[in-house]
């Protein structure tokens, strides 16, 4: 495992064996920026934008949290298995970046941002998205993806429609909630897919468009079970 110094190169670090993780996190030390209660998996830094990667097996042998403060990320790489609910807490990013086929639980994100860097969740149950959290990559989902009201799904596009988009078993939009189009280089008019979805999708007319370029125009649309982002050029005023 390592993290990222103040100057951006990595520290490693060594674990032994599978990180076990089971419950909510410590008790009787008193909730503040440094020394917070939450978390069976916890970083805890003086410093922003730290990025500490972990390459051992993560194992859930209970409910558990995970807490990543505001502004840093804890990556996954090796694998995760076990079968209860990973809780994900703080306003950091947790980033999930192996295939973690074996995990067969549930993600509760309470807080901050999920990203899938292109994981395969083959068995996940499902992942319930709370209000002010993100999800954003991409990557398979077995199960549903549930969007509460405030929360926001995250689009990776490319300048031209093409990027694989995200897949998954549901997709439930449960109140007025966001998808945000982050392109990468200067969009064209066309039909960039957001989502394929191997059963129901259900509220989609909640969900409000950001992240559209000047010059250009957007909707939604379903067709069949894939949801896509249509652009065209707005008319000259």
Do not use: W
């Amino acid at each position: 495992s390592s993290a990222s110094t103040s100057a951006g190169v990595p520290r490693s670090y060594l674990f032994k064996g599978p990180l076990r993780l089971a419950g909510p996190g410590r008790t009787g030390i008193p909730e503040n920026e440094n020394q917070g209660i939450l978390g069976a998996l916890r970083l805890e830094t003086g410093s922003t934008g730290t990025v500490a990667v972990l390459t051992n097996r993560v194992e859930l042998t209970a409910n558990a949290d995970i807490h990543v403060p505001a502004t840093n990320t804890i990556s996954l790489l090796g694998e995760l298995t076990g079968s209860d609910v990973l809780t994900k807490s703080g306003g950091g990013t947790l980033s999930l970046g192996t295939n973690t086929t074996t995990f067969s639980g549930s993600i509760q994100v309470n807080r901050g941002i999920l990203n899938l860097d292109g994981v395969q969740l083959t068995n996940l149950r499902s992942i319930n998205l709370t209000n002010g959290t993100a999800l954003m990559g991409r990557g398979a989902i077995f199960g549903g993806v549930i969007v509460q009201e405030g929360a926001v799904l995250e689009s990776s596009q490319g300048a031209t429609p093409g990027s694989a988009p995200l897949a998954v078993g549901g997709f439930v939009v449960q109140g007025p909630s966001f998808l945000n189009l982050k392109f990468v280089g200067t969009p064209i008019s066309g039909i960039y897919p957001v989502l394929t979805c191997a059963s129901g999708i259900e509220g989609l007319s909640y969900l409000t468009l950001m992240g559209v370029p000047p010059g250009l125009s957007a909707s939604l649309i379903q067709q069949g079970n894939t949801v896509s982002a249509i652009l065209s050029s707005s008319p000259s005023e």
